[in-house]
């Protein structure tokens, strides 16, 4: 298949664009990035673009079998107000472009969203039919939801990815987390009691090809693995993995002076159920965060 990514070179897009070439898909990646670093692979086109304003990038886009959209400005930062615009910009106008350039002929848009879709919601079990929540992140989730489901009108089926934090070894959230835990001085976040949704990578990227391959497949998905645990039961079987303690607790206040409005990220309890993917037959080959740790950080 001739497959687009928007958001190639990011943490999540440049997996699954291995991903993806290793299967025998033709890629061609989309970014802000003057070069890409598997930009030498055959079968990997490689396209500098704003993807906000339209361009010459979409005719890929409309020659493609399917269109995943990764795109989004980090929320790993501190928000001001002119990046918080620059979060919508990056996700709902790189999708509505997406969407524009799109037809009958493409047989799939995956979009990405994120567990931040629901708020935070306490002990509550959220499943894809939870109803949204009311904070900046959430209201994001579902404009960029909304966004991309407009490729519907178009004949072209949608299937939205709502992330949980994704685990690997070489980036993202868990790889910002080890130096801490190596030098003893890891442990929960806040009170440790909130629920933490997660998703092994190697999942999400098996995640990726089950959407492609199953026509029937469309709607949204929680891309997280059914084993949700509490914040500071991640932190203890973090710990477990690397022979360390996990009896720092930092502070919600601390947080809060040092990240603002996104520490409401790291503090917010969304205890997240991925029973669409189960439904419609998903095996996930980490369920339970014990194992998923155990294979991406137990040999380090």
């Known amino acids: 298949m001739k497959i687009v990514i928007a958001g190639a070179s990011g943490f999540v897009g440049s997996a699954l664009t291995r991903s993806l070439l290793d299967a025998g898909h033709v890629v061609t990646?989309?970014?802000?990035?003057?070069?890409?670093?598997?930009?030498?692979?055959?079968?990997?086109?490689?396209?500098?673009?704003?993807?906000?304003?339209?361009?010459?990038?979409?005719?890929?886009?409309?020659?493609?079998?399917?269109?995943?959209?990764?795109?989004?400005?980090?929320?790993?930062?501190?928000?001001?107000?002119t990046y918080k615009a620059q979060m919508v910009d990056s996700r709902v106008l790189t999708t509505r472009n997406l969407v524009s350039a799109m037809n009958g002929e493409n047989k799939i848009l995956i979009s990405t969203s994120a567990v931040g879709y629901y708020g935070s919601r306490g002990d509550q079990v959220l499943n894809e039919h939870s109803s949204p929540g009311t904070d900046f992140l959430a209201r994001l989730s579902v404009d960029w939801e909304q966004a991309a489901l407009e490729a519907g009108k178009r004949g072209v089926r949608v299937a939205i990815m709502r992330f949980g934090v994704v685990l690997d070894a070489g980036g993202g959230g868990l790889a910002r987390m080890l130096p801490a835990f190596r030098m003893f001085a890891g442990g929960p976040?806040?009170?440790?009691?909130?629920?933490?949704?997660?998703?092994?990578?190697?999942?999400?990227?098996?995640?990726?090809?089950?959407?492609?391959?199953?026509?029937?497949?469309?709607?949204?998905?929680?891309?997280?693995?059914?084993?949700?645990?509490?914040q500071k039961d991640f932190a203890r079987a973090l710990g477990s993995v690397l022979g360390r303690p996990a009896l720092v607790p930092a502070p919600s206040l601390a947080l809060r002076l040092m990240?603002?409005?996104?520490?409401?990220?790291?503090?917010?309890?969304?205890?997240?159920?991925?029973?669409?993917?189960?439904?419609?037959?998903?095996?996930?080959?980490?369920?339970d965060v014990d194992s998923a740790l155990e294979d991406l950080i137990g040999q380090s």
């Open 259 to 287: 990240m603002g409005e996104m520490a409401g990220v790291l503090l917010a309890s969304q205890r997240v159920q991925p029973d669409r993917l189960l439904a419609d037959g998903f095996v996930f080959r980490f369920a």
């Open 189 to 230: 976040l806040g009170r440790g009691r909130q629920w933490f949704s997660w998703i092994h990578m190697a999942d999400l990227l098996s995640g990726v090809q089950f959407l492609i391959d199953h026509d029937n497949a469309q709607g949204s998905y929680n891309f997280c693995a059914p084993g949700t645990v509490r």
């Open 29 to 81: 990646g989309l970014g802000t990035s003057d070069a890409h670093p598997l930009g030498s692979m055959a079968r990997f086109t490689w396209c500098t673009a704003d993807t906000t304003r339209a361009g010459d990038w979409q005719a890929a886009v409309g020659d493609a079998d399917a269109v995943v959209n990764l795109a989004g400005r980090t929320i790993f930062k501190r928000w001001s107000r």
